[in-house]
Each structure stands twice: as C-alpha cells, then as structure tokens.
C-alpha cells in the first residue's frame, strides 16, 4: 500500500476527529498536560488489553483530538511493550472476525483500501497565467 496515501488518510481521518471534538465541546480542555498524558496512558494501556473495547477507544480518540488542538501528540516513550501488546491483539481480533464472516471481512477490507487510496488523489491546481 502507498505510505503517501496511508499518511493522507491517516491525516484527514485525524481532522474530522478531531472537528467533532471540538463540536462537542471538548471535554478534555481542563486538563494539565501531564493530566491529559496520564489518562490517554491509562486508556492506552485499557485498549492494548482489549482493542474492541469501544469505550475506551472513543475516549483515546477524544484524548487525541485535545492534543491536536493543543498543536501535539501523546508521548509513546516506554510504550514499547504496550504497542506491541495491542498489535498482537488487534491481529487476532481482526483474523476471528475474518474467521467468523470471511466475505464480511473481505468486504471490508476492500472498502477500507479504496478509502485509503481515494485519499492519494491528488487535487489538481489552478493555473496561472
């Protein structure tokens, strides 16, 4: 798959996150920056155990929102084992679903990879005269 495409999607999928935080009144706002580290930790370390835990991962996503807007990033320093944690278990969650509904999974799969090089298209410029 083309980084460059990965990257955009990855890039415009983070701005309409981050666009609905804001939205809906970012409920984050309040906290210190060490706060803000702590609980997206906490909840980073909840979703490495179980990845489909939707709650948790709707809280990672606002906690991401507020250090967009705060112009950062979480710090993944010491992360290590933990990303490899939730790799291994987003591997097996995503090979039981492909297990469970193969033409589901396949299905989407597809749509996700046009979504991902949909966001590749370059945008044509205007020309100047």
């Known amino acids: 798959m083309d980084e460059a495409a990965l990257a955009t999607f990855f890039a415009q999928q983070r701005l ?3 666009e609905a935080y804001l939205k809906a009144g970012r409920s984050f706002a309040a906290l210190s920056p060490e706060d803000l ?7 980073f370390t909840a979703l490495a155990d179980d990845p489909s835990y939707r709650p948790v991962l709707d809280l990672i996503v606002q906690l991401e929102a ?11 320093t010491g ?7 939730l790799n291994r278990n987003v591997a097996a969650q995503y090979q ?3 297990d469970a509904d193969p033409e589901m999974f396949a ?3 597809a749509n996700l990879e046009a979504e991902i090089e949909a ?10 005269n």
């Open 16 to 18: 309409a996150l981050t």
């Open 66 to 76: 507020e250090f967009a807007l705060r112009g950062g990033f979480p710090d993944f």
């Open 96 to 98: 039981r679903e492909a």
């Open 107 to 109: 299905e989407f799969t």
């Open 79 to 85: 992360m290590d084992e933990l990303m490899h944690q």
């Open 119 to 128: 966001a590749a298209i370059p945008v044509p410029r205007l020309r100047q």
């Open 37 to 43: 580290q702590n609980q997206w930790r906490d909840c």
